[in-house]
């Protein structure tokens, strides 16, 4: 039987714990992008025409000073819905009509090529914890820890770190769920490290980095009332 601590699923899972707990921060800076790291790809528009494809949110950033290597991550990511209930499209919590349609994954890709690979090829564990914080919002955790061995991390230079995925399926046809049309903004609320002998670290969000658009702009999101309230009050919701 393979001990608890050697358990690559244990090990997860006492990550996405104890990443709860006060960390130290590092000065660096994280960013958001759709399809591809570093692509400037800021806005996500989707036709909903179709049950096949994807679109992947990556998470990467430039870590200076560098942490004494990685063994793990771990984001938050909020979606606020232009919408008084959150559209069944976004429901992907467990029970929800989408639920399962998200997932993680540390795979660096050539599409990826402007960014190093943080894992150097190593596996990467991962699981991706869905919340429904209230109407119109929902959270998505994604996290990752390498079941063994430890990647080095390269100072100054952006390299990818994780990459959600939201499946297409059931938008179109029989079974499917309505409000994939909505306007809708993705926020990375949080991303922390897990690193070897040391508290985890959380790595600065700069603004203008951490805002994703899907069937809208960026700066709708940033700047369009949603509900009577701006995008900066929204966000203050989750402080």
Not at 55 to 72: F, M
Request: hydrophobic content about 40%; overall charge negative; proline content about 6%.
């Amino acid at each position: 039987m393979t001990p608890p601590l050697c358990n690559p699923s244990f090990r997860l899972l006492m990550f996405v714990v104890l990443s709860f707990t006060p960390g130290i921060s590092l000065a660096s800076s994280a960013a958001l992008n759709w399809d591809a790291c570093d692509s400037g790809t800021l806005a996500k528009t989707f036709a909903c025409d179709t049950n096949v494809g994807t679109a992947r949110i990556v998470v990467s950033a430039v870590l200076d000073p560098e942490p004494n290597g990685l063994l793990g991550v771990r984001c938050v990511l909020d979606v606020v819905v232009d919408s008084a209930e959150l559209p069944e499209w976004w429901q992907l919590a467990s029970g929800g009509c989408r639920s399962g349609q998200v997932s993680s994954s540390g795979l660096w890709t050539a599409a990826d090529a402007s960014c190093l690979d943080a894992w150097e090829g190593l596996v990467l564990v991962t699981g991706t914890p869905v919340l429904t914080l209230a109407p119109g919002r929902l959270r998505i955790i994604g996290v990752g820890a390498l079941p063994a061995g430890i990647a080095s991390v390269t100072p100054a230079v952006e390299s990818f770190l994780l990459a959600v995925t939201l499946s297409y399926s059931k938008t179109v046809g029989g079974g499917s769920c309505s409000g994939c049309e909505r306007a809708s903004c993705v926020l990375l609320r949080e991303l922390t490290l897990d690193v070897p002998g040391s508290d985890d670290v959380f790595v600065q969000i700069p603004d203008s980095t951490s805002l994703l658009s899907w069937q809208a702009t960026p700066a709708t999101c940033r700047t369009t009332p949603s509900r009577n309230k701006t995008w900066g009050s929204i966000k203050s919701l989750f402080r």
